[in-house]
């Protein structure tokens, strides 16, 4: 029985990216053996229609305004504005490894 996701950012400087993770995003982490740290999120999993094969991670939040200005407060740069699209909002930061993540606000109300 499938009883979770594990999301992977390969990441040309894994430890600041490990460091953003905990100390700025704040998500909770534990060892999973010495020096591998695993950081814990509450997740979802879509399947979107697309020309290439692809994988993604996109971090969600309720109120993405407020979301935008906490982290910008602690140094997050974001690389473009807030978009409403059909389903939500949206944005983009950069991780400190490099590539960009989404983070977004759904409009549609999640099973609790």
Known sequence: MITGVHAIF????AEADRA????????PQY???PGWPLFQAPGEIGCHPADTLSH???FSCDDIEA???HLKSRGVRFTGEIVEEGWGWSTY????GGGSVQLYQPKYERPT
């Not at 953003?20 to 998500?27: A, E, K, S, T, Y």
């Not at 930061?93 to 400190?96: A, G, I, K, L, Q």
């Open 10 to 13: 390969y990441s040309t400087d």
């Open 20 to 27: 953003f993770l905990r100390d700025v995003l704040g998500l």
């Open 31 to 33: 060892e999973a053996t």
């Open 56 to 58: 993604g991670i996109t």
């Open 67 to 69: 979301t935008v200005a």
């Open 93 to 96: 930061f950069e991780m400190p």
